[in-house]
C-alpha cells in the first residue's frame, strides 16, 4: 500500500495551490460551478494518489496536469453545454494587476484553450516552455508557438478595442 495523506497535509497542498488548481478548471471549463467541481475532484484524486510527491514542484506539477485531464474529461461528457458568462470572468483573477488588467483578463479568457492553458502557464505560474512542454506532452518548440501566436492575437484584439476595427 502506498501513501496515505493526512488531513493536515491535504489542506496545506490546498492552502498552496488551491487558487492555481480553480483558476486553470475556470480558464478551461469557463463556467463556475464546473471550475469548482473540477477542482475539488483534483484534491479528492490527489488525497487518493498512493506515491509520494517527490518535491513540492513534483506536487504542483501533477496538480497541473491532473486539473487539465479532469477538465477536458468534463468536457467530453454529453450533459457538457453550459459556458461560461461575463460574471464568471469576475472570479478568475490571473491577470497582473494594474490598468488594463481586466481587459487583458477577459482577451485571454477568449482564446482558444492551448493558448489560454501556455500562457497562464509561462507567465503566470513561471514555468519554462520545456516544462508546460513536459506537462503537456508537447514538444516544446509548440509551446513556444501557442505562446507567440497567443501574444499576436492578443495583441491584435487590444490595438481593435483601443483604435476600432480596421
Given at each position: ?6 488531513r ?12 492555481m ?5 475556470l ?53 457538457r ?10 472570479k ?17 479568457w ?20 520545456q ?11 509548440t509551446?513556444r508557438?501557442?505562446?507567440?501566436r ?7 484584439r ?8 480596421s
Open positions: 500500500m502506498g501513501t496515505v495523506r493526512s493536515e497535509e491535504m489542506a496545506e497542498c490546498y492552502g498552496r495551490h488551491g487558487k488548481v480553480y483558476q486553470i478548471c480558464m478551461l471549463l469557463k463556467n463556475v460551478p464546473d471550475a469548482e467541481d473540477a477542482a475539488q475532484n483534483v484534491f479528492r484524486k490527489a488525497l487518493e494518489y498512493d506515491k509520494p510527491f517527490r518535491d513540492p514542484e513534483h506536487e504542483k506539477v501533477w496538480l497541473i496536469v491532473t486539473a487539465r485531464n479532469e477538465c477536458k474529461n468534463q468536457l467530453k461528457h454529453w450533459w453545454t453550459r459556458r461560461g458568462s461575463p460574471e464568471d470572468l469576475e478568475l483573477s490571473c491577470a497582473p494587476p494594474g490598468e488594463g488588467g481586466e481587459d487583458l483578463r477577459k482577451l485571454i477568449e482564446l482558444p484553450e492551448k493558448y489560454r492553458l501556455a500562457l497562464y502557464l509561462h507567465y503566470y505560474q513561471g514555468y519554462s516552455t516544462e508546460i512542454g513536459g506537462m503537456l506532452g508537447r514538444d516544446p518548440v509551446i508557438a501557442w505562446l507567440s497567443g501574444r499576436k492575437k492578443l495583441k491584435l487590444l490595438e481593435e478595442e483601443e483604435y476600432g476595427p
